[in-house]
């Protein structure tokens, strides 16, 4: 297992830098990423439909108009079910979006709009002390409750899980065969040292970064062993807080990145239903965009860009074994294949590589943090010694840095 950081207080969504307002018009046309990955095309090939991703977050509305009929409440586990779709900061409802949002009525559209949403609402910055908040359940709570359910995805746009009951709810998910994809978090572009969250630092766990409508990995993306996939983080429409009145644009970070990134593993999953974890994760890493070899992962975007198209375009990808771990070196073993289950793990990478950067203190990402800073993306991997590289993202050139991690 990876070590895990210290203690921190509250957990922290990872999305910053909102505008101060806009109008929900046509939120879809601001998508600027469903182009360059080709969805109208893929969206012909499969939707989602028949898949649910559980996202563990402030809670999910599921009266926005891009969301009714899309959040099943009805299956979060009675014990974890308090306001389940009472959004308490419009987080957890703008990452539902993003993931299988409709797209009517002018809201958000989804990259997975067949999928379905089961929602769950945890303790995480914004939710105020009190009964209501002693009524909320932890983050550790709440994925040990999603993992016994029929949900593949467990998508968590957050950081902070550093205690023992985060990870032994993270291990338990994952011998219960979920794919789970977390924020790397938002805290490089501050002068940190790149410090990468929890969950996503846990093995089993796919760590995804962020990258810009120029296709570079964000300034505030955090870096390092952890970081398995890159995907679009920067420049969406969200909600602005929890009236639900209108739409923010310029919604950044790691966290929108989680969200599409689950949302193209159910794309992935509902074309390959009879496929394992082992087989999506598999694919989603094969067919990343990079210039750089797959076993040498950089720093900053994993191992690359992810690209649903390619696997979506051939119906005879070849996705590999089922019941083996394609990270297993990097989680340190394949824990399913360990404890006798026919199922496959949802894993994570460099789990056994490193530890957290020296100097890092174990805080969680803030979700203020990252985008105000003025130093240059480009001179910030330069000095870490990174290399350019270029990846590719639908038919779009996407550049991004790479650094490889020390194995």
Known sequence: ?????????????????????????????????????????????????????AVIDTGVNANTSSLKGQVLADEVPKAVAYHATDDYAGHGTSMAELIAGTGAGGGVKGLAPGAKIVPYRVQLEGLKDGEEKEKTPEAWQALKAAADTDAKIISMSFGGMTTDEDKAAVKY???RGKLLIAAVGNNAGDGKSGYIDYPAAYPYVI??????????????????????LAAPGEGFPGW????????????????????????????????????????????????????????????????????????????????GPANVDP????????????????????????ATSQAQ????????????????????????????????????????GLAVMQARRTR
Not at 18 to 37: F, H, N, T, V
């Open 207 to 228: 760590g995804v970064a962020a990258a810009d409508k120029s296709a570079a990995v964000s300034k505030f993306s955090s870096f390092g062993n952890y970081v398995d």
């Open 240 to 319: 602005c807080d929890a009236t639900f009145r209108s739409y923010c644009d310029d919604r950044n970070g790691t966290s929108p990145a989680t969200a599409i990134t689950s949302a193209a593993a159910a794309l992935i999953w509902s074309a390959h239903p009879n496929w394992t974890v082992n087989q999506v994760v598999r694919s989603l890493i094969d067919t990343a965009g990079r210039k750089w070899p797959k076993g040498k992962p950089s720093k900053y975007a994993g191992y690359g860009m992810i690209r649903p198209r390619v696997v979506l375009e051939n119906p005879n990808y070849d996705a």
């Open 357 to 396: 950067q020296k100097g890092s203190t174990g805080e969680t990402s803030a979700a203020g943090s990252s985008t105000e800073s003025s130093s240059d993306s480009n001179t910030l991997w330069i000095v870490l010694g990174a290399i350019a590289a270029v990846v590719v993202i639908g038919g779009g």
């Open 173 to 175: 998910a994952a011998s």
């Open 327 to 350: 990270l297993a070196k990097d989680n340190g073993g394949d824990l399913l294949a360990k404890s006798g289950s026919s199922s496959s793990p949802s894993p994570s990478a460099s």
């Open 1 to 53: 297992m990876r070590a895990a950081g210290a203690a921190v207080g509250a957990l922290a969504i990872v999305t910053v830098g909102l505008a101060p307002a806009a109008a929900a018009s046509d939120e879809q046309s601001k998508e600027w990423y469903l182009g360059p990955m080709q969805a109208e095309q893929m969206w012909k090939v499969s939707t989602g439909k028949g898949v649910k991703v």
